[in-house]
């Protein structure tokens, strides 16, 4: 049950809350939902509840309509992009669906955004890229995982950004909720490898080193 903070956690919990209810199978699809009832269970007023309803309904999640209520949808409605919607899959649905789906995403996406950038990164992009390997490195040998995720993000959101396709740069923040485990030597020289093919403007060796990541 929700009940203390602040007006935006409230509503960032009882989102997460239904959220993942429907995700998780406990409001299966084609279940009628009420105001009532959630703000009840959630132990919040209508008025947070509904807010919560509005994104919901932005996200293909749920359907609100007058005199028939708040229908839960099939999953096949479902915005699968918005980021919020995969971290429930993973933290409270099939986790191995939404894994798999995530890792065959970006093997289908980032070696074609390597290609690509490595005609059009600029110098900077190129910087930042070898910046993100290095800090890879140092954060891999300090055991710092945390650090190693951030590092490892910055290097392919820059691949995604120096490919120049607008819409491979906006699939950064899905691509990210995918976890970032695996940390060991071969994948660090990879993504050096990646970085310096991108730098000296071999699309083909960019391209081969980035599929050999996934």
């Known amino acids: ?19 993942t209810g429907i995700v998780s199978g406990r409001y299966p699809a084609g279940q009628v939902l009420t105001l009532d009832a959630l703000s009840a269970g959630n132990g919040v007023s209508r008025s947070v509840v509904r807010e919560a309803i509005r994104v919901l309904e932005s996200m293909g999640m749920v359907a609100a309509r007058r ?8 999953a096949a409605s479902w915005n699968v992009f918005d980021p919020r919607l ?5 933290d409270d649905g099939d986790r191995a669906v939404q894994l798999e789906s995530l ?6 996406v980032a070696p074609a955004a390597a290609a690509l950038a490595a005609r059009r990164a ?15 490195v140092v954060h891999a040998r300090s055991g710092d995982v945390d ?10 959101r820059t691949v995604l950004e120096a490919s120049g396709n607008g819409m491979f740069r906006a699939l950064h923040a899905v691509l990210a909720e995918a976890p970032t485990n695996h940390v060991s030597p071969e994948v660090i020289e990879l993504h050096e490898r990646v970085g310096h093919a991108i730098r000296v ?3 083909a060796a960019a391209e081969r080193a980035m599929r050999l990541l996934f």
């Open 1 to 19: 049950m929700v009940q203390d903070g602040s007006s935006s956690e409230l509503h960032r919990n009882v989102l997460t809350a239904i959220g």
């Open 67 to 74: 005199r028939i209520g708040i229908t839960v949808q099939p």
């Open 86 to 90: 995969i971290r429930w899959r993973l």
């Open 103 to 108: 890792h065959e995403l970006r093997r289908g």
């Open 122 to 136: 600029d110098p900077e992009q190129c910087r930042v890229m070898a910046a993100a390997v290095s800090d890879m």
């Open 147 to 156: 650090s190693y995720r951030l590092a490892h993000n910055a290097f392919h």
């Open 201 to 203: 403007g071999d699309d």
